[in-house]
């Protein structure tokens, strides 16, 4: 049995349990969670992260704040979806790093290896936190998702681990949501109610526990403690924020498929899988024999890389009936290129943009500090929406400066945020979700979608690209107001 402190009403998890940890944005799930895994260093148990939205070196730093511990005595291993090759001195040994969310089979390849650290050198017993579950869903498909969560599950199974998934629940479906169920023993859900936060277990004891109130507190660093990078940029403003968007389809790579011959519901899975990221994918017939059905990733003349489409596919598919489904793999040289600087869609719905644009707020949240653009097209959908009502006025709370744009269509007015009104063309055809990171490239992120002739599909891009980040703030800044004059300037265009 696996202790777990005060924070569940339920006397343990048995070796080899997951939960799925759900509910809506900023409600502590990530902080409950942190510190269900501290708890097990009281025990003499390690603990392994996979984190899809938070850097390795921030993970460790929360871990150690719950622990009360310093951060290089715990027995920790995290698989880092996050930092870059300018971020990974965060790392630690027993730290593995994959470019990207996207890359689930390198992902999986890298946590069977911390997995396997942990238990060969500091213990059989151990705790597995996943940081989200949303967030992944970013980058892959349902299936794919629901394929690795199984896989995973089944590894903490045979290591006798326990592990505790955090998912947002506010955008997914039920059927989605039953799926996920299937794979895990139990599911904490968690919900606001009278200005504070409860929650209840499900499948761990023979009845649904009663809702309890729990702490909600942000288990993450002190903001205060991070050290501050500021970049700059002499690039010249962009004069609007479609112009933007034009600039990072222009700069996006091409993936092209030469002569090829092999089945076409593989072409296809390859083709789904790049157009989630904005990625182009072309056929180009030869006149030459060689090669033959091989994929290359370039920009214009330069090759960014090249493989065989049958591997790429093979690559992005997980197979939940092999015994060995990430261990006796290799991850495809392709994906790795696809590191996390920027994605697109041609047709992203309102439910992928919401999940982009909580990933974004999450991440600002827990920096506490900073300034942070979002855009709702019409100010009424921030107000006629208690969920979204609710997370600005937190994020206002946190510390950050929140600025909110839209048509001037109802009486918006938040404690703490700076509502930007107007009646430009670009308002409400526009949905963005910029925060600055308080001048720390690492911390940086943004979404930029345009709603296609008002038909709830947009086209768009989320990225964490620094230039991209500053570019946007800081046209949003010039033309609708400059946050340091407490004021509002309408923009001088339609």
């Known amino acids: 049995m696996y202790a777990l402190g005060d924070d569940l009403p339920v006397e343990g998890l048995e070796p080899g349990s997951t939960l799925l940890v759900v509910g809506p944005p900023m409600t502590g799930k990530r902080s409950l969670v942190t510190r269900l895994l501290a708890d097990g260093f009281d025990h003499g148990e390690a603990v392994a992260v996979l984190s899809t939205d938070t850097s390795a070196a921030d993970v460790r730093a929360s871990l150690s704040d719950a622990a009360g511990r310093p951060a290089n005595t715990l027995p920790v291993g995290v698989v880092d979806c996050v930092s870059d090759s300018h971020g990974a001195s965060g790392l630690a040994s027993l730290d593995g790093r994959v470019g990207s969310p996207a890359d689930l089979t390198g992902i999986g390849m890298e946590l069977t290896q911390v997995l396997e650290a942990l238990y060969t050198e500091y213990s059989t017993r151990i705790r597995f936190g996943l940081f989200s579950l949303t967030t992944m869903s970013l980058y892959a498909s349902p299936e794919q998702v629901v394929r690795f969560l199984h896989v995973v599950t089944n590894r903490i199974s045979e290591a006798d681990g326990v592990g505790f998934v955090v998912a947002h629940s506010d955008t997914m479906g039920p059927e989605h949501l039953q799926r996920l169920r299937s794979f895990v023993d139990g599911v904490v859900e ?4 009278d200005g504070g936060t409860e929650l209840r277990v499900l499948g761990v004891e023979p009845e649904p526990t009663p809702w309890t109130p729990f702490d909600r507190t942000d288990g993450s660093p002190d903001p205060s403690d991070r050290s501050q990078r500021v970049d700059s940029t002499d690039r010249p403003l962009p004069d609007s924020l479609r112009s933007v968007l034009d600039s990072v389809r222009a700069d996006s790579p091409t993936l092209t498929v030469c002569n090829y011959e092999g089945p076409p519901d593989a072409l296809e899975a390859v083709e789904r899988y790049f157009d989630r990221h904005g990625v182009t994918v072309r056929d180009a017939s030869l006149d030459v024999a060689e090669p033959r059905s091989i994929a290359l990733l370039h920009h214009g003349d330069d090759v960014l890389g090249s493989e065989s489409v049958a591997a790429l596919a093979a690559a992005i598919d997980i197979q939940t009936d092999e015994d060995d489904a990430f261990t006796e793999r290799q991850t495809s040289d392709l994906l790795a290129k696809l ?17 982009v644009s909580h990933t974004i ?9 900073g300034r942070l653009h979002a855009g709702f097209q019409y100010l009424s959908r921030l107000t006629g929406d208690p969920e979204s009502a609710r997370i600005y006025e937190r994020l206002a709370d946190s510390g950050l400066d929140v600025h909110v744009y ?9 404690p703490g945020v700076t509502v930007h009104s107007g009646e430009a063309s670009e308002l409400s ?9 308080d001048g720390d490239p690492q911390q940086q992120a943004a979404v930029l979608a345009v709603e296609r002739d008002g038909g709830g599909q947009y086209e768009g891009v989320w990225t964490y690209d620094s230039d991209f980040v500053r570019r946007t703030d800081a046209y949003l800044t010039e033309t609708y107001g400059d946050s340091s004059a407490g004021r509002e300037r309408q923009p001088a265009i339609d």
């Open 406 to 414: 839209g048509v001037d269509d109802t009486d918006a007015s938040l």
């Open 190 to 193: 968690v919900r606001e109610a």
């Open 429 to 437: 055809e526009s949905w963005f979700v910029v925060f600055d990171g």
């Open 339 to 355: 590191d996390r600087s920027v994605f697109g869609a041609a047709a992203a719905d309102k439910n992928l943009l919401v999940d």
């Open 361 to 369: 707020e999450l991440l600002a949240n827990r920096v506490g500090r």
